[in-house]
């Protein structure tokens, strides 16, 4: 018996009668350079697009009518709420144009019969470069260098940084991004310890030496963190274990917030327990990052007292944000969503 509802049906009918069913996405949190990437691609495609900058949860989740697939990014709410009324809406596909996935109850997307993709591989690079440029900025103090010399001061006082050559840097979590962050940190001449669940041969045979978290954690200069957060990796770097780390240590995260403890890094970084600290992602961020607030009083004050810190750099997850990876994510969630629409499967390696 085929579903009335299904893109299918409306698609053969539709063609029956000599009319196109063109199918249709709804993109949450839609920033002008997601309509940009994604109207440029679907040039390919031919879907109806409808955009809302709100994130997805349940305040606005009733607002679907007619769409086929929903598009959605880092930090909107997919809860068990949210995909019930989604699957009561006829929504047969949720498409994430990222990697993580941490926002999804998956239990939920199985029970309502959705289908669900993610982009897992665009530009590992974009991210890997980022926070490569996070350390050097913070290490060589460049940030400081920039606004300094604007007012005409040329003092070098108090921008004393250390090279990375010789230096031993922990990576946690070496898939792709981690993998193409410890290239980049090669080429520095430092040396790589890292931590994974699955060691990679490729990695070991370069050199890269694996070891368990705690030993990790005590012998790195660096700590840059590239796994995914987990219900059991939350809060890794917390009070216990930056106790095991070296004085002056640097961390950079460019994974997720709810990997470190902002309350245990403040305290640490009073302590000068942490020396450098780099975070491309915050565990609160869904309320701040990817919005202009200049005009607005932040009421979160755990960012405000890490934005206060000489030695912390805080970027608004803009780490995977280059135009070769908003290409790839258009393309691949574009593909994706047809695939699964028309035939209810595609390429293994991005259905969650
Ligand atoms: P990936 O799946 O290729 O690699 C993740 C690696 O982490 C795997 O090797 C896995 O075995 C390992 N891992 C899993 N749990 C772990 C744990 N508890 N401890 C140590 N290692 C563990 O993913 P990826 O593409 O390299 O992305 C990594 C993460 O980067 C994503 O999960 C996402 O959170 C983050 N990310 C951030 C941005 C950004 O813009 N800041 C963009 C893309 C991805």
Do not use: W
């Not at 193409?180 to 931590?195: D, L, M, R, T």
């Not at 309350?263 to 491309?280: H, M, P, R, S």
Request: charged share 25%; hydrophobic share 40%; net charge neutral.
């Amino acid at each position: 018996m085929i579903d009335s509802n299904s893109v299918v049906f409306k698609y053969f009918y539709l063609k029956f009668h000599r009319k196109t069913y063109i199918m249709k996405i709804a993109f949450f949190s839609a920033k002008p350079y997601d309509k940009e990437f994604f109207k440029k691609e679907n040039e390919n495609f031919g879907f109806e697009f409808i955009f809302y900058e709100t994130h997805l949860g349940p305040h606005i989740v009733n607002a679907i009518e007619n769409e086929d697939a929903v598009c959605v990014f880092v930090n909107d709410r997919l809860n068990r709420e949210v995909i019930e009324v989604l699957a009561k809406k006829g929504v047969k596909v949720i498409a994430l144009r990222c990697a993580g996935f941490n926002n999804v109850d998956r239990e939920a997307v199985k029970e309502f019969g959705l289908k669900i993709c993610r982009v897992p591989a665009y530009s590992p690079e974009a991210v890997a470069e980022h926070a490569m440029a996070m350390l050097l900025t913070l290490n060589r103090k460049t940030h400081k260098a920039y606004n300094r010399v604007r007012e005409q001061n040329f003092a070098l006082n108090g921008l004393l940084g250390f090279n990375l050559y010789q230096k031993t840097i922990g990576v946690v979590g070496t898939g792709k991004i981690g993998k193409a962050f410890v290239k980049i940190a090669i080429g520095f001449g430092a040396k790589i310890i890292a931590y994974d669940l699955f060691p990679d041969k490729d990695l070991e045979a370069i050199g890269v030496e694996y070891m368990p978290l705690e030993s990790l954690f005590s012998q790195s200069d660096i700590v840059s963190l590239h796994c995914p957060l987990t219900p059991e990796n939350h809060y890794m770097i917390n009070n216990e274990f930056i106790a095991k780390m070296k004085n002056g240590v640097t961390i950079i995260n460019t994974s997720r917030g709810g990997l470190i403890n902002t309350n245990d890094a403040i305290i640490a970084l009073k302590e000068k327990k942490i020396g450098l600290l780099g975070l491309d992602v915050y565990e609160q961020e869904e309320k701040i990052f990817f919005k202009d607030l200049s005009a607005s009083i932040i009421e979160d004050d755990s960012i405000q007292r890490l934005m206060s810190f000489p030695n912390v750099l805080v970027t608004s997850h803009q780490a995977f944000f280059t135009k070769e990876a908003l290409e790839q994510i258009s393309q691949r969630t574009l593909q994706s969503i047809s695939d699964l629409l028309k035939t209810g499967t595609t390429d293994p390696e991005v259905l969650l």
